[in-house]
C-alpha cells in the first residue's frame, strides 16, 4: 500500500521560510505527477505546484518566485521549498501523486504565517 507522509509544517513569522517534505512510502512502478496543494479555512483546496516525473514544473501564480518545487528520485521524496512566506499562504498543506488512474494524497500538515 502506498502512503505519503508529509512534514515540514509549523509556525513562521511573515517574510519567513519553510520547506516541506512529501516521503512516498510502499511501491509505486510510475507517476505522472507529484505535488502539493493547499486548503485555507472557508476556502476550496487550490493546486500550489507541481512536477512531473520528467522534471517539469508548475506553479500558483500566488507563489510563482517564492516557492520552489523539487524531488529526490533516490529518497522518493519531494520537496517545496517555501520563501518570502506571507498571511496568505496560510493553510493545510496537501502532497499528492498520480499515477495511472489514481490519485493518492498525504494527510496534510500545517502551515502558519502570522507576527
Known amino acids: 500500500q502506498v502512503q505519503l507522509v508529509e512534514s515540514g509544517g509549523g509556525l513562521v513569522q511573515p517574510g519567513g521560510f519553510l520547506r516541506l517534505s512529501c516521503v512516498v512510502s510502499g511501491r509505486i512502478f510510475s507517476f505522472n505527477v507529484m505535488g502539493w496543494y493547499r486548503q485555507a479555512p472557508g476556502k476550496v483546496r487550490e493546486l500550489v505546484a507541481g512536477i512531473t516525473s520528467g522534471g517539469r514544473t508548475n506553479y500558483a501564480e500566488s507563489v510563482k518566485g517564492r516557492f520552489t518545487i523539487s524531488r529526490d528520485n533516490a529518497k522518493n521524496t519531494v520537496y517545496l521549498q517555501m520563501n518570502s512566506l506571507k498571511p496568505e499562504d496560510t493553510a493545510v498543506y496537501y502532497c499528492?501523486?498520480?499515477?495511472?488512474?489514481?490519485?493518492?494524497w498525504g494527510q496534510g500538515t500545517q502551515v502558519t504565517v502570522s507576527s
Open positions: 499528492y501523486l498520480d499515477g495511472p488512474g489514481y490519485r493518492i
